[in-house]
């Protein structure tokens, strides 16, 4: 599967793509439905509708690993929000809105 990431539109097209809800679907499974931050701190976090697939290493730094289990982890829209907020303060861009943050939350 080629993934092109370098548009919304194109971002959209692979978050919609057969390929990617398959496997979307198989990682929720494989993580038992629950948000592995919250975990983390002793919480448990399985609802579906505030569950999404994260890429670790971000989708537009590494779009080679788009479709690596690896690289796919679940988190509730909480804590995937602060994930992509911390990322934009490590790019020292605060005020910049991480557009990737939402293409995700799509699935
Ligand atoms: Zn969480």
Same mark, same amino acid.
């Given at each position: 599967?080629?993934?092109?990431?370098?548009?919304?539109?194109?971002?959209?097209?692979?978050?919609?793509?057969? *390929?990617?809800?398959?496997?979307?679907?198989?990682?929720?499974?494989?993580? /038992?439905? $629950?948000? =592995?931050?919250? @975990?983390?701190?002793?919480?448990?976090?399985?609802?579906? *509708?505030?569950?999404?697939?994260?890429?670790?290493?971000?989708?537009?730094? /590494?779009? $080679?690993? =788009?479709?690596? @289990?690896?690289?796919?982890?679940?988190?509730?829209?909480?804590?995937?929000?602060?994930?992509?907020?911390?990322?934009?303060?490590?790019?020292?861009?605060?005020?910049?809105?991480?557009?990737?943050?939402?293409?995700?939350?799509?699935?």
């Amino acid at each position: 599967m080629n993934i092109d990431i370098t548009s919304h539109a194109s971002r959209a097209k692979f978050y919609n793509s057969v *390929e990617w809800r398959h496997l979307r679907q198989q990682i929720l499974e494989r993580d /038992h439905w $629950e948000c =592995a931050e919250c @975990k983390r701190q002793g919480l448990v976090t399985t609802r579906d *509708e505030v569950l999404t697939v994260d890429h670790i290493k971000p989708l537009e730094e /590494h779009p $080679e690993l =788009a479709m690596d @289990k690896d690289n796919l982890q679940v988190l509730c829209h909480m804590h995937h929000d602060m994930k992509h907020e911390r990322m934009n303060f490590y790019h020292a861009q605060p005020k910049k809105r991480n557009r990737f943050a939402d293409d995700e939350r799509w699935d």
